[in-house]
Each structure stands twice: as C-alpha cells, then as structure tokens.
C-alpha cells in the first residue's frame, strides 16, 4: 500500500502543481462585464474663456472588472476628464476615449457612451456684484422688519462678458421670517445666472433683526395720560 503512494511521486506532486496553478489561473481571470455612469470632468480651461449653456456631465462606461474589483466601483468612482485646453470661443468637439477615463485598480475601461462631446464656451469677464437680500414671508403679529444686513455686502463673479457686463446686482436665496418674532440669521447661497460663478466666496451671511411694534392704541393712551 505505501509502496503504491510513493510509486510516481514526481508526477503526483506535479500534478498537484499544475492543478493549483490551473486554479489560480481561473479565479483570477473571473471577470464582470458591466456599464455605469462616469462623472464628466472638465479640465485645462483658461480664465479667458468659460463653458456655457449645459455641458454634459455624465457619460456611459463599459467596464470589465475583476470580482476583486466590482466593490470599489461605488458612484464618482469612475470620472472622464475632458482636456479643454486650446479650445477656442464658440462651439467645440472634444473627444472622449478609454484611456481618458479614471477607474479604480482591477477594472479596464472597455468603451466610452458617447465619445464625442460637443463644447460651448465664451469669453469670459470679472465683475464685482452687489448683494440683494431676498425675503421670505412676514414674521409674527405685532412684530416688523427693522433691519437686513448681509455680510459680504458684495462679491466677484466670472461668466461669459454677454450674461454679466451689465449687471450690478445679485440675489441671495430667500431668506424664510414667517411667523418669526426674533432675528433670523442665516448662511445662503446666491441666485446665479446660468453659467456664472463666484470666484471666492461661496455663501453669505443674511441677518434679519425682526422687533415687537407697540400697537397705536396703546401709544395714544400714554399719549393721553401725559
């Protein structure tokens, strides 16, 4: 009976060798063949120029990724980077290929929907805005309104020189007071035109001081008692 286990022992172990190998081989090569929505990057853009109207911001991927690998494709794991770099004012393709888009290790991009992307972009210009508190409601009975302060009173915008050139102003995202009967501080955002941004600061500060009215009757008493 040993003498049968040792007999060829060589080639047993071989054999086990080549198995082993065989089964790495297989689990290894065990792959997904999926599509998800990639994240449009747009990079390489000058301060002369701005994108305008609406750029797209997704793209379909076709993926194959090892089983190791599927658990790290989670949302804006997968991003195409679109270069806008020597692009010039008015309408311009920019295209989209395999090894422009970003993926986690384990995964190869197999195919980009679509791979051409049509870009708009116009000149762009500076401006420094005023801001106009926007309110929202009435506060409570018997109480007013005495004073709005927003803090920066003003910012810089960026946007193509047609959309801003002449502008002055710029709304805050109204501001909520009704049935308030005390100051009303908020943090808020700026109602922008459609492709223009701040340049430095994101949100403002929107200070509503809201105080009791002593109701006219009772000031003509106290008039009257004098």
Same mark, same amino acid.
């Given at each position: 009976?040993?003498?049968?286990?040792?007999?060829?022992?060589?080639?047993?172990?071989?054999?086990?060798? =080549?198995?082993?190998?065989?089964?790495?081989?297989?689990?290894?090569?065990?792959?997904?063949?999926?599509?998800?929505?990639?994240?449009?990057?747009?990079?390489?853009?000058?301060?002369?120029?701005?994108?305008?109207?609406?750029?797209?911001?997704?793209?379909?991927?076709?993926?194959?990724?090892?089983?190791?690998?599927?658990?790290?494709?989670?949302?804006?794991?997968?991003?195409?980077?679109?270069?806008?770099?020597?692009?010039? %004012?008015? $309408?311009?393709?920019?295209?989209?290929?395999?090894?422009?888009?970003?993926?986690?290790?384990?995964?190869?991009?197999?195919?980009?929907?679509?791979? *051409?992307?049509?870009?708009?972009?116009?000149?762009?210009?500076?401006?420094?805005?005023?801001?106009?508190?926007? =309110?929202?409601?009435?506060? %409570?009975?018997?109480?007013? =309104?005495?004073?709005? +302060?927003?803090?920066?009173?003003?910012?810089?915008?960026?946007?193509? *020189?047609?959309?801003?050139?002449? *502008?002055?102003?710029?709304?805050?995202?109204?501001?909520? =007071?009704?049935?308030?009967?005390? +100051?009303?501080?908020?943090?808020?955002?700026?109602?922008?035109? %459609?492709?223009?941004?701040?340049?430095?600061?994101?949100?403002?500060?929107?200070?509503?001081?809201?105080?009791?009215?002593?109701?006219?009757?009772?000031?003509?008493? $106290?008039?009257?008692? *004098?």
């Amino acid at each position: 009976m040993l003498r049968r286990l040792v007999a060829n022992w060589e080639l047993k172990i071989l054999s086990v060798v =080549i198995a082993f190998a065989l089964w790495l081989v297989v689990a290894g090569s065990g792959k997904s063949q999926l599509a998800t929505p990639g994240v449009v990057e747009y990079t390489g853009l000058g301060n002369e120029l701005v994108l305008v109207g609406r750029p797209r911001d997704s793209v379909q991927v076709e993926l194959e990724a090892t089983r190791w690998a599927v658990a790290r494709l989670t949302p804006g794991a997968v991003r195409a980077r679109v270069n806008l770099a020597g692009m010039r %004012e008015g $309408e311009n393709i920019a295209i989209l290929s395999a090894d422009l888009v970003e993926v986690p290790p384990g995964v190869t991009v197999r195919r980009v929907t679509p791979n *051409r992307l049509q870009v708009t972009l116009a000149a762009a210009v500076a401006k420094t805005l005023q801001v106009v508190p926007q =309110i929202r409601g009435a506060p %409570e009975p018997d109480h007013a =309104i005495h004073r709005v +302060t927003v803090e920066p009173a003003t910012v810089q915008v960026r946007g193509p *020189r047609s959309t801003i050139e002449g *502008r002055t102003t710029v709304e805050t995202v109204p501001v909520d =007071i009704a049935g308030r009967r005390d +100051t009303v501080s908020q943090s808020v955002g700026l109602a922008l035109p %459609e492709s223009v941004y701040l340049t430095d600061q994101r949100k403002v500060q929107v200070t509503v001081e809201i105080k009791s009215e002593e109701p006219m009757g009772g000031r003509r008493r $106290e008039g009257a008692a *004098r």
